[in-house]
């Protein structure tokens, strides 16, 4: 029994110390967790500063960013709605301009066509063939085909970006809602972290672009090729409903897709316009200086150098002939003079007086000519 006793006591003796040890270690470890929590939380508050701090940062950017895109995109606008207000306008006053010479050049073409077709009947006695009335018609409006090409330019340029501003259809207003609405998921991730800080209608704006420009949407034709596809009863002006219209959208997109893939020459033709617009243009104002300048061919020009020099060379002659008029007029004055000195002095009274005056000796006719 006291050897049992004994055994037992050593047993809790061990175990006492082992507690003792276990709770030293245990504390040791809460000490040192307690380290490490603390510097946990001094992290965890420093990190959380930091984030509040860059959340603050990021959001002040996000706003100006935001702010900087809309004051940006309306700047765009303005200035493209200037560039075509001035665009028109400069076409217009081009092609004032354009027709005002055209018409003062054409009246000067007139007049050395007269001028030619005196010079053939009255001074070379030929007959004269008038030109082809074609060179100097104009247009029925002014305009020539590149006046006609530019302003089709100028009407496919004003109608092809789609502007929210123009679409004053019901029918594409309401299509494009049912699209803002049904068809929220092609909106791009980057447009959707900027939605929540934007008012109702700039979100509107910003899906229905990002929705259009996933749907290969570019000019007013695809605005309406997509409205065909969104229109239920195309005589009553009746949408299809909400539901259909993810089936609306892939036979769109299918379609478009198709058309693409084979209208590259078109779609290069659109955008090239107006640079087909200037081209024909100037096509036509070089069609016009070869015209004008072929009003006289270089054999009538050859025609008026020869009888230039031939009317020179007789100017020249007139010009002697003048002068000798002239001399023989001075001579004939002189002779005149000669005439009535002489007359004077055969009636003078101191002939009387000579014993042979010259009267006897001379006679003078009236032609002035001497008689021995």
Request: net charge negative.
């Amino acid at each position: 029994m006291r050897a049992t006793y004994q055994l037992n006591q050593e047993k809790l003796d061990y175990n006492y110390r082992v507690l003792v040890e276990r709770d030293a270690e245990n504390a040791n470890t809460i000490k040192q967790q307690k380290k490490k929590l603390t510097r946990m939380t001094d992290v965890m508050s420093a990190l959380k500063a930091k984030y509040a701090r860059e959340e603050k940062r990021y959001k002040g950017e996000n706003q100006d960013l935001t702010e900087e895109y809309k004051r940006i995109t309306e700047q765009f606008k303005d200035l493209q709605n200037k560039f075509q207000h001035f665009e028109v306008a400069d076409t217009k006053r081009y092609r004032d301009m354009w027709q005002m010479n055209e018409e003062i050049v054409t009246d000067l073409m007139r007049k050395v066509l007269q001028a030619d077709k005196i010079i053939h009947e009255q001074q070379l006695g030929l007959n004269w063939f008038p030109p082809s009335e074609q060179i100097f018609q104009l247009d029925a409006d002014g305009t020539g085909a590149g006046g006609a090409a530019m302003q089709s330019a100028g009407g496919e340029g004003e109608a092809g970006l789609v502007s929210r501003g123009q679409m004053d259809n019901e029918n594409i207003k309401r299509m494009l809602e049912l699209l803002c609405n049904e068809a929220g998921f092609l909106v791009e991730s980057k447009i959707r972290t900027l939605l929540d800080s934007l008012p109702p209608e700039e979100q509107s704006l910003l899906k229905i672009d990002s929705i259009l420009k996933v749907l290969g949407v570019e000019g007013a034709l695809d605005v309406e090729k997509l409205l065909s596809f969104f229109l239920a009863d195309a005589d009553n002006h009746e949408l299809i409903h909400p539901n259909d219209a993810i089936k609306a959208i892939k036979a769109f997109v299918e379609e478009h897709q198709a058309e693409g893939q084979g209208g590259d020459g078109i779609k290069l033709a659109k955008r090239s316009a107006k640079e087909l617009g200037h081209e024909g243009t100037r096509r036509e104002e070089r069609e016009f200086w070869q015209r004008m300048s072929n009003v006289i061919s270089d054999k009538t020009y050859r025609v008026w150098n020869a009888l230039d020099r031939a009317m020179q060379k007789y100017h020249q002659l007139l010009t002697n002939r003048g002068t000798l008029i002239g001399e023989v007029g001075d001579l004939q004055q002189q002779n005149d003079e000669l005439k009535a000195l002489l007359n004077q002095y055969l009636s003078s009274k101191i002939n009387e007086d000579l014993h042979v005056p010259p009267t006897q000796v001379i006679k003078l006719d009236g032609l002035s000519t001497f008689r021995r």
